[in-house]
């Protein structure tokens, strides 16, 4: 295991979209390779408009993080407002928007690493409260890894999509007191 402490942090910007489609295509890969195509599908995110848009908001928003081992990116954090499709905090929160790490280095602790991260972006803004949400289909892996890292499970939600089964999603809350 890599130690955390090797692990840097840094700002995104708009240069990082190219960074964090490739982050996401190895994901995607990844979780094909296993038959895991629910969350994310089969193709990849560079070659879906959607996603590239999307991909280039997150650089240019403001709240995008790259974890770096050395000069690789090795996983990125995008932080802001929760989506619209999860039910609303009741209290000021900083939301975890995207999570991804490159599966070359799966099990260094990249994705906890991120997450402490955002938890400290959380308590110097002065809020006490951080949230994500997560696919929830297939054996519920993934929120079994947030679970891992302190949050709890709080509202199941499902999102329809044209024309293909609806996502089923997760929201999670850790409390930063």
């Known amino acids: 295991m890599t130690d955390q402490r090797t692990i840097t942090i840094r700002p995104g910007g708009p240069d990082d979209a190219a960074t964090v489609l490739r982050l996401l295509d190895g994901a995607t890969a990844w979780l094909a390779k296993r038959g895991r195509t629910g969350q994310w599908g089969t193709e990849p995110a560079s070659a879906d408009p959607r ?82 949400d997560c696919y929830r289909g297939d054996d519920r892996a993934l929120v079994r890894f947030y679970e891992g890292c302190g949050f709890t499970a709080t509202d199941p939600f499902t999102v329809p999509r044209a024309g293909r089964d609806p996502w089923p999603g997760q929201v999670l809350a850790r409390r930063l007191d």
């Not at 403001?62 to 990125?76: K, Q």
């Not at 989506?83 to 939301?95: C, D, F, G, H, Q």
């Not at 799966?106 to 997450?115: D, E, F, H, Q, T």
């Open 51 to 132: 996603r590239i848009a999307q991909a280039d908001g997150w650089a240019t928003g403001g709240g995008l993080y790259l974890a770096m081992l050395g000069d690789t990116a090795v996983g990125a954090l995008v932080v802001g407002a929760a989506t619209e499709y999860v039910p609303p905090a009741t209290e000021p929160e900083l939301y975890v928007n995207l999570l991804v790490s490159d599966r070359a280095y799966a099990g260094n602790g990249i994705g906890a690493r991120l997450l402490a991260y955002a938890e400290e972006l959380a308590r110097d803004r002065g809020l006490g409260l951080l949230r994500v």
